[in-house]
């Protein structure tokens, strides 16, 4: 049976917070069997632990992590730190790992404790949630869903559409017919390049009052002018 796999991702500026880890890792090695997987710029060594270096490319960055079963985030408890933004446990999670971080800065904000995911503070915290993921399969599955679910609720690019549209008063129809503008109508700019526009292709981008549109025209209504609430209507 392969060994669970414990990694973590970073640069060679980071690799302080690893090294915090040590300890921790020669402990878990008494007590079971495990596959610790770094991912960096630089080479590492851990005698006696069953340790696998790889360099971070950008081709390969998923691919690397997503073999990877356990994620690990160790930070220093400082001024520091609680300006970073958690970037490492949002990559695991979003992969569907539970994670493994120290309870410090953003990683409380993004992190329920024993939900999505593992906060931790001291050694020994280290080890045990690090031997309990890996010895139950089970926990390992259920953490990293919870820890997926938060993600896409939360964090990802619908998510933040959504909220951006709801912070606006506006609905994602509003989008799809091309009614936000400032003045709540449709900019002689835009109506130009729509009613050169193919029906059902995508054409632009074209300056709008929201930023640079692309353009879906599904169908043109010809001989009929129409009021804004008519075509919210329509």
Do not use: C
Not at 37 to 48: E, M, W
Not at 192 to 220: C, H, M, Q, Y
Request: glycine share 6%; charged share 25%.
């Amino acid at each position: 049976q392969n060994p669970v796999v414990i990694g973590w991702t970073g640069t060679f500026s980071s690799m302080m917070y690893l090294d915090l880890l040590k300890n921790v890792f020669y402990e878990l090695n008494k007590r079971v069997k495990f596959k610790l997987r770094i991912i960096g710029n630089f080479n590492y060594d851990l005698p006696g632990i069953d340790l696998e270096v790889i360099q971070w490319t950008k081709e390969n960055e998923i691919t690397d992590l997503q073999e990877i079963d356990i994620g690990v985030y160790p930070l220093t408890q400082d001024k520091w730190v609680l300006g970073k933004s958690g970037l490492k446990a949002l990559q695991y999670m979003a992969l569907g790992l539970p994670t493994v971080a120290t309870n410090v800065g953003t990683n409380p904000i993004i992190i329920s404790h024993m939900k999505n995911g593992w906060l931790v503070k001291t050694e020994e915290d280290w080890v045990e949630a690090l031997e309990s993921l890996i010895n139950n399969s089970n926990l390992r599955a259920k953490i990293g869903a919870e820890a997926r679910k938060t993600i896409i609720e939360n964090y990802s690019l619908n998510s933040d559409f959504e909220k951006l549209l709801s912070d606006r008063g506006l609905e994602k129809t509003d989008v799809d017919q091309g009614l936000i503008t400032d003045n709540e109508g449709i900019t002689d700019e835009i109506s130009t390049k729509a009613f050169n526009a193919n029906i059902n292709e995508l054409t632009g981008p074209v300056d709008s009052p929201f930023g640079p549109s692309l353009i879906f025209v599904r169908e043109i209504i010809p001989e009929k002018e129409m009021l804004l609430d008519e075509v919210r209507a329509e």
